[in-house]
């Protein structure tokens, strides 16, 4: 006959229980990785200026761990980009709020990296990935790696 137990289980003593999975320390050098979810296409809204504007949602591999001094770091970053403005509710964004006709990038953390996601002309968007990256690889975050080089 099984016996089940109502509630919680009996603890196991220390010396029964499992050790805790280690962890391998994240890198800190090395360049940034990205993953684009789906493909950084020209975006077919209308552009009354003549601007090619592409629709951006890209992943950059930065761990959530930051410390409180790497935070502060990456606000020094996100400040020095250009299109940098203060949204209404104070997160960050870029060239104008979501859904702005002149074109905007927005920012989350996600588990998965830092999520950049929005509508700009392309020679911009050009501009500000290339800036994020090369200040994101002069940093000592703890990086994700999407396993390619």
């Not at 504007?53 to 502060?72: D, I, M, N, P």
């Not at 006709?101 to 929005?118: F, H, I, K, N, R």
Request: some cysteine.
């Amino acid at each position: 006959m099984r016996k089940f137990w109502r509630g919680k289980s009996p603890a196991r003593p220390a010396s029964q229980q499992a050790p805790a999975p280690e962890h391998p320390p994240l890198p800190t050098t090395g360049r940034v990785q990205y993953e684009d979810s789906g493909e950084v296409v020209p975006h077919d809204w209308p552009a009354d200026d003549g601007l090619n504007f592409v629709a951006v949602v890209r992943k950059y591999g930065v761990h959530y761990s930051l410390t409180e001094a790497q935070w502060e770091q990456l606000g020094s970053i996100y400040q020095a980009l250009p299109g940098s403005v203060t949204h209404d509710q104070g997160y960050p964004c870029w060239f104008g709020e979501v859904d702005s006709p002149t074109g905007w990038l927005d920012v989350s953390v996600e588990p998965s990296g830092l999520l950049v996601s929005g509508r700009l002309p392309i020679s911009q968007w050009l501009a500000w990935d290339s800036a994020f990256r090369d200040a994101l690889d002069g940093t000592d975050f703890p990086r994700i790696d999407y396993g390619y080089e």
